[in-house]
């Protein structure tokens, strides 16, 4: 049987709609036997996930999903054969989850300035205390305080780039997630380059990453064939999956469409061993 692989999987630990058992079950069905789970800038969910996991026999590959800045752009780094006991990481991770919380205060904020009724306790009291809190979760508390007619009416409205109650993230710069990753051993490879400027790739590229994603929903055959030939050239790792989240994104279909074979990991582990060396 060949291996079938999606390493780019969220949970309802970060913005997914699905729990660590459900996305286990639709993995199954999906007849993936290795996956990675990617959450947004929390490694929480791996545990439950590899519980649920063993008993379908599915491999997991620790992974995190970390989000960076640059030029004004956000940039994701995904990070694969992390050390999800590395304190350093976790201590990042923890920083990280105080200011997404910071930032739904300050969103909250400006919605309050205009005219909106609206309370953090209202977006957070029913998400569990691991859930890496966003703009995702004050857009479901307007909808369900009827402030919006649609949980899109609220991004498009309010919370969108750049709308009236934006407020930017803090972020880390893109070589400083590389060493996050790195130093929790693991490998640092760039998500979704389809969906950024190609002088930004190429500093990314230059900057030290150890790969690239080259299978992606956003990605078609051709820019596929071109990602795989930019790693091809620079000697970098290549990755690949879903970028599943299930619920609103409306992306059932992705779940087993995406994915990539054996030799993509073989060759991350060959890396792995020889940066161990």
Same mark, same amino acid.
């Given at each position: ?56 026999? $599915? ?48 969103? $909250?904020?400006?919605? &309050? &300035? ?47 780039? &750049? ?26 490879? $760039? ?40 790693? &091809? ?26 994915? $990539? ?17």
């Amino acid at each position: 049987m060949h291996d079938k692989i999606d390493l780019h999987i969220h949970t309802s630990f970060s913005d997914g709609a699905y729990s660590p058992e459900e996305i286990v079950r639709r993995c199954t069905e999906a007849g993936l036997n290795k996956i990675s789970i990617t959450d947004h800038d929390s490694i929480d969910a791996i545990p439950h996930v590899r519980e649920h996991a063993k008993e379908q026999n $599915i491999e997991v590959i620790p992974g995190v999903e970390l989000s960076s800045e640059m030029m004004n752009n956000e940039v994701h780094i995904l990070g694969y054969y992390i050390d999800i006991n590395n304190s350093e990481l976790i201590e990042y991770l923890r920083f990280f989850r105080d200011e997404r919380l910071r930032r739904v205060g300050k969103i $909250i904020k400006k919605l &309050n &300035n205009l005219g909106l009724e609206i309370t953090v306790e209202d977006v957070i009291n029913d998400l569990p205390s691991y859930v890496a809190v966003g703009r995702p979760h004050i857009a479901q508390a307007m909808y369900n305080k009827g402030l919006v007619s649609s949980y899109y009416d609220a991004f498009n409205k309010y919370l969108k780039n &750049n709308g009236p109650a934006y407020e930017k993230k803090v972020h880390i710069s893109p070589v400083s997630a590389y060493k996050i990753i790195n130093e929790a051993g693991g490998l640092a490879i $760039i998500a979704h380059p389809g969906n950024m400027q190609q002088d930004i790739l190429k500093y990314l590229i230059e900057a030290g990453a150890d790969g690239i994603e080259v299978v992606h929903p956003s990605h078609n055959e051709t820019l596929t064939k071109h990602y795989q030939q930019i790693a &091809n050239a620079y000697f970098l790792l290549a990755s690949g999956g879903s970028d599943f989240h299930g619920g609103k994104r409306n992306d059932e279909q992705n779940l087993g469409k995406y994915h $990539i074979t054996q030799r993509y990991l073989e060759a991350m582990q060959k890396r792995l061993i020889k940066d161990s060396a």
